[in-house]
């Protein structure tokens, strides 16, 4: 028993001839009991040795697999015909491209679409992408899936932000098919910015920054919490063209960057916003901005400069195990040379096991690849090469900063006190650093 706030939790008694120690400790768990799993895991260790595990579903959107054991005078699974072999099977794949000129047509083949990559089979015109269980790589995996479906080149998987449910997805793709341009067009992929939230005119606008991965899509849950105000987000030039991807300096990107911020809003004020690289791409925005009598703030989380990183990662195989690991186990990772193993090592992992931190799921089929992910390697390997030779400027006026620090700090992978250059260059910058504490680490 354990006593809390003078509340006694009562466990009735079992029968200890019917029980199992283990019902019994879940009996207790369920009461708010706590139990030591260390030891009782270390106690049963020797026990399991010999037996034999069954994968069971580990993420509650995962509706592709089956899970039950298969009798031997069942016909195998595959060849039963069920309503969900529309979208479990490659069909998407097998048709050929056709003329789409019937609104019900496009929206049944981007509901298909949705289908196949979310796993589920009760997706309607207003299903949402990111409500399903869409995250960041299922949100690759759905746009190059569209893009292969009605021969295109839809903006990016950020476009899923303000365009999240089949029917929203199915009128871009209409206005795209509707001119006489051909239907593989570069829609926007010189135009860095992209509206994240509508929110409310009322509030100031927020202008996020990619992370060192390039894609606004980890922010989405950020983006979700903020309601009424409008968010816009900065995402790295080309990211969803392989052919495209080139360095760019913290400088260039700073510059391309405002270039479409002050299309968007010539007159600001300017609400920057970036976590770890971003916050440094902020930086530099700011102090460009203020050179031309702009008015800016700069919100920061957990943002070292290249000078604070305590090593520098080059191979594949270490930038997967630094973004991965935490969400499993890539321990075979450590020391590989062979970058093309590396990759499929993750996409294999990713399709099977529940990584909890990013819901980092792929359903069977799919469309995510190695290539995919090499693009984003890569992407990852410029920018932490941009962040290293890059030194922070004075900027000509105060910049007031808050900056977001994670309390758990990662030995040998994050500095110890990543807000100190930035107390530094505010001192010199005469400009206000407000620094708080949150719980979780660097990556959550």
Known sequence: QRILSNNITIINSFDSDKTSFEEIIGNCWCNGIEINWHNYYKHICSLMAKTRLIQLPGYSFNHTCSYWVQQVHQK?????????????????????????????????????????????????????????????????????????????RLLSPKILFNSP????????????????????????????????????????????????????????????????????????????DSTVIEYHSIQDLSEIYIKDLLRNNPSGPYNLFGSSFGGIVAYEMGCKLIKQ??????????????????????????????????MCNLDELIGMDNDEKALQIVVEKASTL????????????????????????????????????????????????IYFKAKIRRKGIDPEFPENSWIKIQKINGGNLDCIELDGDHIS
Do not use: W
């Open 354 to 401: 529940n990584i909890k931190q990013h819901q980092l799921i792929l359903p069977e089929r799919s469309v995510i690849t190695s290539t995919m992910l090499k693009r984003y390697v890569d992407v990852f390997k410029f920018n932490m090469k941009a962040m290293s030779t890059y030194q922070l400027p004075r900027s000509e006026r105060p910049i007031p900063i």
């Open 165 to 240: 449910t089949p029917l929203d997805l199915a009128n871009n793709i209409k206005e795209i098919l509707s001119t006489n341009i051909s239907p593989i067009i570069n829609n926007g992929f010189n135009r860095s910015i992209e509206k994240l939230n509508n929110g409310s005119k009322t509030f100031k606008p927020i202008y996020i920054i990619h992370p060192v991965g390039g894609s606004c899509v980890f922010y989405k849950d950020i983006i979700n919490s903020l309601g009424n105000v409008p968010v816009y987000g900065f995402e790295y030039p080309g990211l969803q």
């Open 293 to 326: 009598g702009k008015s800016v703030n700069l919100i920061m989380v957990d943002t070292p400069t290249g000078q604070d990183l305590p090593k520098s990662m080059t191979s594949v195989a270490e930038i997967l195990h630094y973004i991965y690991s935490k």
């Open 76 to 152: 195998p699974l595959a060849l039963v015909k069920t309503n969900t072999d529309r979208f479990a099977s490659n069909e998407i794949d097998q048709q050929p491209h056709i003329k789409y000129n019937n609104s019900s047509i496009i929206e049944s083949r981007v509901i298909l679409c949705f289908k196949n990559t979310l796993g589920l089979g009760n997706i309607d015109v207003n299903s949402n992408f990111f409500d399903c269980g869409g995250n960041s790589l299922l949100a690759i995996s759905l746009i190059s899936l569209l893009n292969k479906e009605f021969n295109i």
